[in-house]
């Protein structure tokens, strides 16, 4: 069956799938801490509790964008994505300081592990639980253009290279002895989070500030663009962004003096034809027609919100 582009509530059950990995990992850590006592596990563990709570806000705001245009919000609520996404990055600072917290007392007063073997076991299946779940969600995110689905799969890809690190070090304490070494993995694991929490959040900024499409869209754009200048067609004043899901694309068409208002009509429609086939989640838009010289602009034209224009 295919997929409404304009509905997006599907999304939604991406996010319960996060929540049943972040639920299901944090019993899992949780355990391997309470066997080794591992300042290293418990760092991995707590992680997991902002996946949850990251899982949950990625829920709520993959509803809200899922909702239709009203008269309050005549552009939608993909924006609302861009939230979720903020918040996860803060939420993932928070746990890094939290195990650098927890990692001190370890420094100063190392302590010994205890069945090490059955819970590094038990944590490499919670990294492989997380792991499958990032996979679905990064290509999930990338095919449907949510930021929120992509910031929840390097979270949780994060969350895998983090546990890797602690099962590396916890090994290590086990066969070399030196017990120092297990907060030293926990600080490194904080340097590793607060990076990609960083990096997350920088992301949602950008996202809410309107930032420019992607280069690789803006290719595709323009190369649509070039084939009509070809024909002795100029256009000028291209601006685009991004939001949520929705990409905008706004630019001047020049045309030549003689041509008539419903010629360049007709021209309108056939780049936005165009476009939408470059662009293939673009959804069909309203035209509006206004003389005045001849030139006209086509502004706003949402690759996901179809709104159209050109006027003088």
Request: proline share 3%; net charge neutral; charged share 15%.
């Amino acid at each position: 069956m295919a997929i409404d582009p304009k509905n997006r509530s599907f999304l939604t059950r991406f996010a319960w799938l996060s929540i049943g990995a972040a639920v299901l990992t944090i019993a899992l850590k949780s355990i391997a801490y309470i066997l080794t006592g591992s300042v290293g596990l418990l760092s991995d563990a707590l992680e997991s509790f902002v996946n949850l709570a990251g899982a949950l806000m990625a829920l709520a705001m993959l509803t809200i964008a899922a909702r239709p245009a009203d008269e309050d919000h005549t552009y939608g609520h993909s924006k609302a994505e861009y939230f979720a996404s903020g918040v996860e990055g803060t939420l993932i600072l928070i746990a890094a300081v939290s195990i650098v917290i927890a990692a001190i007392p370890r420094l100063i007063t190392p302590k010994p592990l205890e069945q090490v073997g059955l819970g590094l076991g038990i944590s490499v299946a919670a990294s492989l639980v997380n792991l499958i779940v990032a996979i679905v969600l990064r290509r999930a995110g990338k095919r449907h253009h949510s930021i929120t689905l992509e910031a929840n799969a390097n979270h949780l890809m994060t969350d895998v290279w983090t546990s890797v690190g602690v099962l590396v070090g916890v090994g290590a304490v086990a066969l070399t002895g030196w017990e120092r070494l297990d907060p030293i993995v926990a600080f490194l694991v904080a340097a590793n989070i607060i990076w990609s929490g960083v990096r997350i959040v920088r992301m949602s900024a950008l996202g809410l500030m309107d930032t420019a499409l992607s280069t690789e869209e803006l290719n595709k754009l323009q190369k649509v663009l070039e084939s009509y200048t070809q024909r002795g067609i100029e256009y000028h004043a291209l601006r685009t962004r991004q939001s949520g899901s929705r990409q905008f694309v706004s630019f001047h068409v020049l045309v030549p003096g003689k041509w008539t208002i419903q010629r360049g009509h007709r021209l309108l429609e056939s780049i936005e034809a165009d476009i939408r086939h470059a662009m293939p989640s673009a959804e069909s838009g309203n035209i509006l027609g206004f003389p005045q010289e001849r030139q006209y602009r086509i502004s706003e034209h949402g690759a996901n919100s179809g709104n159209y224009f050109f006027s003088g």
